[in-house]
């Protein structure tokens, strides 16, 4: 999506520009198998950098932060390898499957166009669009037909052109060759799910955004975007305490339990918004799949390491809850296990984005 890749390597990374982190993995193949060659990471307020486990203290003007960070990242990382995969955040593109009826595949495109008029609120000269024909007939949220006879589904992938510009733009002097950029939708999926076959849902909360996403038999359905997420479980947890910011940043990485206490009195409206969005998901989907419906929900991003969170999904979803791990298709130095398992579901995003590089290299 949004790129080209041709030829067979053995070497990629994948670059995650967060809100609040950017985030790097490097991923080599050994035996067949992806291995970790190398990871960092650089905290965008300026307060730290972890290369490789290590943490030094370094700062940056907001206007060069991106790039910047970016450069002297990679400059510490010394990576081996320079084809490199970068993601847009999900609130910046649009994801929708759409239904057509049965026509050849050089008219799809032509199709697509017509319809994307009705969900993209812009020229379409100002929005890079990529789509695939999804390979069944049954069981998403966002059909336009009840008519499944002789019909095609295709999903449609929209983001505007200047955000995949301005991210092209920060591997400017970086060393790195951008091969192709991609909603973190996909990477995020790519990481956790890969071709696992089933029906599940993601629940990705990032630091300023949640991302629910329902993979159908490793395929994308739907796509929905939530523009709250853990800034605003901290801020929740510094009113309700009235404590700071950065006390309250503390307190959701400790081993309290404090979103199931019924005597906290800590109150995360978030939560609650998130779980409601998950549950109508649920219901419609599961309606119209009777015979199977969701089989678990997979919690991810940096915030679903809080202790208590998949405790509170299960009582309120009644639904079987995973935690994330994008590292379990990966080989790695077994000394690097507990910074790993400390890093979670953080680097999924960016492990996503260098195991699409072995996709396309097959």
């Keep these: 999506m949004f790129g080209f890749f041709s030829g067979k390597k053995d070497n990629f990374i994948g670059v995650d520009f967060g809100t609040s982190s950017i985030k790097i993995i490097e991923l080599t193949l050994k035996n067949g198998k992806p291995y970790l060659e190398n990871y960092g990471s650089f905290d965008l307020a300026g307060i730290t950098e972890s290369i490789n486990g290590s943490n030094e203290p370094i700062l940056h003007s907001y206007e060069d932060r991106m790039r910047a960070a970016l450069k002297n990242l990679i400059g510490k990382m010394k990576m081996k390898g320079n084809i490199a995969f970068a993601a847009i955040p999900g609130f910046n593109g649009l994801v929708v499957l759409i239904e057509f009826p049965a026509m050849k595949e050089e008219e799809i495109e032509k199709a697509v166009e017509f319809e994307a008029h009705k969900y993209i609120p812009a020229s379409i000269d100002e929005i890079s669009l990529s789509w695939e024909i999804v390979k069944k007939n049954k069981g998403d949220i966002d059909k336009k037909s009840e008519n499944d006879g002789g019909n095609i589904e295709v999903l449609l992938v929209a983001a505007p052109k200047r955000e995949v510009s301005r991210y092209g733009n920060f591997f400017v002097d970086s060393g790195l060759t951008m091969e192709a950029i991609e909603l973190e939708t996909f990477s995020i999926a790519r990481a956790l799910i890969g071709n696992r076959p089933g029906n599940f849902i993601i629940v990705d909360i990032g630091s300023r955004s949640t991302n629910l996403i329902l993979v159908e038999n490793g395929s994308i359905v739907v796509n929905r975007s939530i523009t709250a997420g853990g800034e605003d479980i901290t801020k929740s947890i510094a009113e309700s305490?009235?404590?700071?910011?950065?006390?309250a940043e503390s307190f959701k990485q400790e081993n309290k339990d404090f979103i199931n206490n019924k005597e906290s009195a800590i109150t995360i409206?978030?939560?609650?918004?998130?779980?409601?969005?998950?549950k109508r998901m649920l219901n419609v989907y599961n309606e119209k799949n009777k015979d199977k419906g969701v089989e678990s929900i997979i919690l991810s991003g940096g915030t679903s390491a809080m202790?208590?969170?998949d405790k509170y999904f299960s009582e309120n979803l009644k639904v079987k809850i995973e935690k994330g791990d994008p590292w379990k298709n990966l080989e790695y130095d077994k000394k690097l296990e507990t910074s790993v398992?400390?890093?979670?579901?953080?680097f999924s995003v960016a492990i996503g984005l260098a195991m699409r590089g072995f996709e396309e290299s097959n």
């Design 241 to 247: 305490l009235n404590i700071s910011k950065q006390r």
């Design 307 to 309: 202790f208590g969170l």
């Design 269 to 278: 409206p978030i939560l609650e918004l998130i779980n409601g969005e998950v």
């Design 341 to 346: 398992r400390k890093m979670g579901a953080s």
